[in-house]
């Protein structure tokens, strides 16, 4: 059978475009999507695909992205009707693109895919997101590792662009200390999955979809609460356990969240914290984190496991990390290194059944070398049931390898 694959062209294109950061940097180019001036803070993002979820991905509530792919929106975007098998939008991570605008060195004009539903440029003119092409992202991106993420502007527009209006913006932006968490929370409870399973409370802090397809997919239901949700009312739900997911900004403004998190260390609930829900394990615990000077965000960094020294190629999404001379007398003890910088890249407790990752096990984009951190935890849910011991070799699909690990 044949399929005719749709070719789209681009409307929203040919603007005026420019960017300004706090260091003085002024870059011109091409705008498309919504005409627009914002603020935020600009970082860089070196994956190759999934530009569809990495746009939608929560953690880059208030930031401006540079993808350093040069060819960016050659394949479109597809429908949001297009679902799973579990109800949810197939090639998104949230309802919504999450991006404050978006910096690509060349725009497709031309989408081409049997999926395609629209152009990139469209996509971001439906939703209000102004972007800018024809930018030399090599050199943006350079200056942000060398001089780390800053504040900026960026302006689309039909007519010319007002280089004050865009220093004033740069002035009333706001990232570090702005708590992102009503922006990409639930404000109240959602459940997925058959009501007659045992549950998993996820907290949202800015949950990724494919964080609730994949406990959905380990045999559990899903109950999303909100991120400033009481301990109460989440052991009211008697859950079998609770996954603190990925999420925008400064750990330390989820104040609400760490203080819950406290309390259901005192139970003997399984837990396991993703991206920003490590390092809100790691302050409930006592310890500390700090912003890092340009972040990791890509779909190729190496992560080693401190026990087995092997290393795996993880997805990765943030701006802050743990400090490692903190987690003394916390209880908790590294589990992943970054193999790039030595940063932290996971911790587990040493006696409670509490892991979490830095990097993003989901992946969406990105690899599923690591899809077996689901299943760790899975393994701590069933042990705290049993309390039995086992020794499990997973197969981790697509990899082709095999992963032994004991369970303690």
């Excluded at 914002?38 to 993002?45: A, P, R, T």
């Excluded at 930031?63 to 792919?69: G, K, S």
């Excluded at 527009?157 to 990232?175: A, F, H, M, V």
């Excluded at 892991?355 to 070398?369: K, L």
Aim: proline share 5%; aromatic share 10%; charged share 20%.
């Amino acid at each position: 059978m044949r399929v005719k694959i749709p070719t789209i062209y681009g409307n929203h294109i040919g603007l005026n475009a420019m960017i300004i950061l706090e260091d003085g940097s002024t870059y011109r180019g091409t705008g498309f999507g919504y005409p627009k001036t914002l603020g935020g803070e600009f970082v860089f993002n070196t994956g190759m695909v999934g530009y569809t979820e990495t746009l939608t991905d929560p953690s880059y509530r208030g930031q401006v992205l540079c993808m350093t792919y040069p060819l960016v929106g050659n394949y479109g975007v597809p429908s949001r009707s297009i679902r799973d098998g579990y109800g949810l939008p197939k090639y998104f991570e949230s309802d919504k693109i999450q991006v404050s605008g978006l910096v690509v060195h060349e725009l497709s004009n031309v989408a081409n895919h049997r999926e395609c539903h629209k152009t990139l440029d469209q996509w971001l003119y439906d939703e209000r997101i102004p972007g800018i092409s024809g930018v030399d992202t090599r050199d943006l991106t350079k200056k942000i590792r060398i001089k780390g993420v800053m504040k900026g502007a960026l302006s689309v527009s039909e007519n010319q662009i007002n280089t004050k209006g865009l220093l004033d913006t740069i002035k009333k932006t706001r990232y570090d200390g702005f708590n992102f968490m009503p922006q990409v929370s639930v404000e109240k409870t959602i459940e997925y999955g058959d009501p007659s399973l045992d549950p998993i409370v996820l907290i949202d802090t800015g949950t990724k979809y494919n964080i609730i397809r994949n406990i959905l997919r380990m045999g559990f239901r899903v109950i999303r609460v909100p991120w400033d949700i009481p301990f109460n009312k989440i052991i009211a739900y008697k859950p079998k356990g609770i996954i603190i997911s990925n999420g925008p900004g400064d750990p330390k403004m989820c104040n609400s969240t760490i203080e819950t998190v406290v309390k259901l260390f005192a139970s003997s609930l399984p837990i396991l914290g993703i991206c920003l829900g490590n390092q809100i394990i790691a302050l409930a615990a006592g310890g500390d984190t700090y912003k890092l000077k340009f972040g990791h965000r890509g779909q190729n960094k190496g992560c080693t496991e401190v026990d087995t020294n092997q290393t795996f190629i993880t997805s990765q999404n943030h701006g802050y990390g743990v400090k490692s001379d903190t987690l003394d007398k916390t209880g908790f003890k590294a589990w992943y290194i970054n193999s790039d910088d030595n940063t932290i890249e996971g911790i587990k407790h040493e006696s409670k059944p509490v892991i979490a990752v830095q990097f993003h096990p989901e992946a969406s984009p990105g690899p599923y070398d690591c899809v077996h951190i689901f299943e760790s935890f899975k393994d701590l849910v069933l042990q705290n049931g049993s309390k039995e011991k086992s020794i499990q070799i997973d197969k981790v699909n697509g990899g082709g390898k095999i992963f032994q690990r004991m369970k303690s």
